[in-house]
C-alpha cells in the first residue's frame, strides 16, 4: 500500500477518526513476479495479502555513505579477511573519525581507486 505523493510531505499524513488509511492510499494490483521500487519517503505499508500465496519481501536501500545503518546484518562480512575492499564500502565500511566527525572519502576509496584506474587504463590494442 502506498500514498502516491508522500514524499514530499514534511508531516506524516493524516488519518482520519474511524479509518485506517489516509485518504488517496492505494494498494497497487501486483501478480507473482512483480517488484516495487520506491524511494523510501515515501508513505508504505503492508496490505491484506489476498492472492492465497506466500508474499516474500526483499528490502534493500542504499543512500549517501554518510548516513548510519538502521541495522547491520553484514557485520560477520565486514571481518571476514576475505570480503575486499569494495565489498565492504559497498556494505557500509565506518567512514567516520573516532570523534564520529565524516572521514573525508575514506570510506569512499576503494570504489573511486577501482572507477580511476579503469578510466586511465587505455582499451586492449588488435590481438
Do not use: C
Not at 520506491?38 to 508474499?55: D, K, Y
Request: hydrophobic share 35%; glycine share 10%.
Amino acid at each position: 500500500m502506498f500514498l502516491p505523493g508522500s514524499h514530499t510531505l514534511t508531516h506524516e499524513p493524516a488519518i482520519p477518526a474511524g479509518t485506517i488509511d489516509p485518504p488517496g492510499a492505494l494498494t497497487p494490483a501486483l501478480t507473482e513476479g512483480d517488484a516495487v521500487l520506491l524511494e523510501n519517503r515515501t508513505w508504505h505499508a503492508g496490505g491484506v495479502n489476498l492472492s492465497g500465496h506466500l508474499r516474500i519481501a526483499l528490502m534493500f536501500q542504499y543512500g549517501y555513505r554518510w548516513l548510519h545503518p538502521v541495522d547491520d546484518p553484514a557485520t560477520d562480512l565486514m571481518t571476514d579477511p576475505t570480503t575486499n575492499p569494495i565489498v565492504r564500502q559497498l556494505l557500509g565500511m565506518p567512514d567516520h573519525n573516532e570523534d564520529g566527525s565524516l572521514a573525508k572519502g575514506a570510506g569512499a576509496a576503494p570504489l573511486k581507486n577501482w572507477r580511476s584506474s579503469r578510466l586511465h587504463t587505455p582499451p586492449p590494442g588488435p590481438n
